[in-house]
């Protein structure tokens, strides 16, 4: 739409400051213009109105050689404007439509609409239209009316305008907040799980400790959904018995997780890589760390000539029945980890590892779950936050979510810990604007310069004043 004024079509204003919803009458009673709507709504204005010109207005307007008026609305604010249409009302058995008229009209405007009053019922005329904001749109704003006559000497003499129709108030604001994608790691994905085996065991135990879960997490890779690039199996025994005895039973350990796994799921068999890797001490390990027994503590700082000297000694301590019965279950396994690539994401699938293993849930995929509707799973960004607290999405998320609930500082603490990007400091820019804290608001919106979100609630905070 042209913006640019010329000739008659332009004058000055007269601050009157009309409510919507106000019924002006238009020059000399020739009929009447209803305001309903004149509203600033974020990045654009919302203006609606009714002209109604009363029957036969060559009668109304009383005077000889005129050929219609032109009715001309904008919304201005101190030296800018910006045109909405040009409405042109001819007699009921008269044509103001001259190619002089038209391209008058059309120098200023490409909305130009053309009537004909009736002789015997109103005419009425019905504006609804959304414009694009301008940076200048402020509580100042007003919607203008400016009336001209059309003679017959093909001149446009201004009889009223512009004249302030109605003000342009502020729809309920809601700052643009800036989205923020998660980060990747890369097309590859991870996720690790264990079967475990009673002691000296070495054959199928689905229902032993946890191995029916991490059964059924590999049952979900097996899908097309998703693409198995590796799984890597390390069998492992407790430290019990010799060192050779456990070498072994580590590497049967690790053969057998195989078999299982390559017995039930699709995967091809050149994914595989088995390894047993013999005793797995980690677990006595943070037994030493957590534990005040310092026999305990002595036998840990000595240096033993080989593992089964190291097990012997362990053997004599007081301690080693409790390690015996709670860190020795836990260390008879074989662990899987398992590379894989998402082809599509589906939610079903990523629901199943989220509710089984949440830990093993990449951090896109919890940005991907949260956000399949348009409010936000609080739930599972805070499971999310859990296992990745730096997360800026996730942050960015729960900051979000905060602000639907009202609670606007505790949005501004989460984003607080989502980095220094634009949108993020649009974002805190945005919970300040909700808090009223019009400064604060400024002073980071304006170091998002250049996002079109920050520049969107640059022009609301003009709306605040």
């Not at 109304?60 to 201005?76: D, E, P, R, S, Y």
């Not at 060192?243 to 590497?251: D, H, I, P, W």
């Not at 170091?447 to 709306?463: H, I, S, V």
């Amino acid at each position: 739409m042209k913006t640019l004024f010329k000739g008659f079509l332009i004058a000055s204003l007269m601050f009157i400051g009309v409510a919507a919803n106000a019924q002006t009458k238009i020059y000399n009673n020739v009929g009447t213009i209803d305001v309903t709507k004149a509203e600033y709504n974020g990045d654009q204005v919302d203006v609606a109105y009714t002209v109604t010109i009363d029957p036969d207005i060559q009668n109304i307007i009383g005077l000889k050689g005129k050929k219609g008026i032109v009715l001309t609305t904008a919304l201005a604010e101190g030296d800018y404007k910006q045109l909405i249409e040009c409405l042109v009302i001819s007699p009921a058995n008269g044509n103001a439509r001259t190619p002089w008229l038209e391209a008058r009209c059309e120098d200023v405007t490409n909305n130009v609409r053309w009537f004909n009053a009736k002789a015997d019922e109103p005419l009425v005329i019905k504006s609804n239209y959304t414009l694009k904001a301008k940076d200048w749109t402020s509580p100042k704003t007003v919607l203008t009316l400016t009336v001209q006559d059309y003679k017959s000497d093909e001149c446009l003499v201004r009889l009223l305008g512009p004249k302030n129709i109605a003000k342009l108030t502020a729809k309920d604001l809601v700052p643009a907040w800036a989205d923020l994608a998660a980060a990747s790691n890369g097309p590859e994905k991870h996720l690790a799980t264990k079967l475990y085996y009673p002691v000296n065991v070495t054959s199928e135990v689905d229902d032993y400790l946890e191995n029916a879960q991490a059964l059924s997490l590999l049952k979900t890779l097996d899908s097309p959904n998703f693409e198995v690039t590796n799984i890597t199996i390390n069998g492992w025994a407790s430290p019990e018995a010799t060192v050779a005895y456990n070498q072994k039973l580590s590497e049967k350990r690790a053969a057998t997780m195989k078999d299982i796994i390559s017995s039930r799921y699709s995967f091809p068999e050149s994914v595989y890589s088995v390894t047993g890797k013999g005793e797995y001490w980690e677990g006595v390990d943070e037994y030493v760390a957590a534990s005040n027994d310092q026999a305990l503590k002595n036998w840990a700082a000595k240096s033993f000539s080989n593992l089964d000297a190291k097990e012997a000694a362990l053997k004599q301590l007081s301690a080693y029945r409790d390690i015996f019965n709670t860190v020795y279950p836990r260390s008879r396994f074989a662990d899987c980890n398992v590379s894989y690539k998402l082809i599509n994401f589906d939610e079903a699938a990523v629901r199943s590892i989220y509710n089984q293993f949440p830990e093993q849930v990449q951090e896109d995929e919890y940005v991907a779950l949260a956000t399949l509707n348009d409010k936000v799973d609080k739930a599972v960004v805070e499971k999310g936050l859990k296992y990745y607290p730096e997360s800026a999405a996730l942050n960015n998320l729960a900051a979000k979510a905060a602000v639907a609930d009202g609670q606007y500082r505790q949005a501004i603490s989460y984003l607080q810990k989502a980095g220094n990007s634009k949108e993020v400091l649009n974002n805190i820019g945005a919970c300040y604007m909700l808090l009223g804290d019009k400064a604060s608001a400024t002073q980071n919106l304006q170091r998002a310069y250049g996002l079109p979100e920050a520049a969107e609630n640059l022009q609301m905070l003009r709306m605040m004043e």
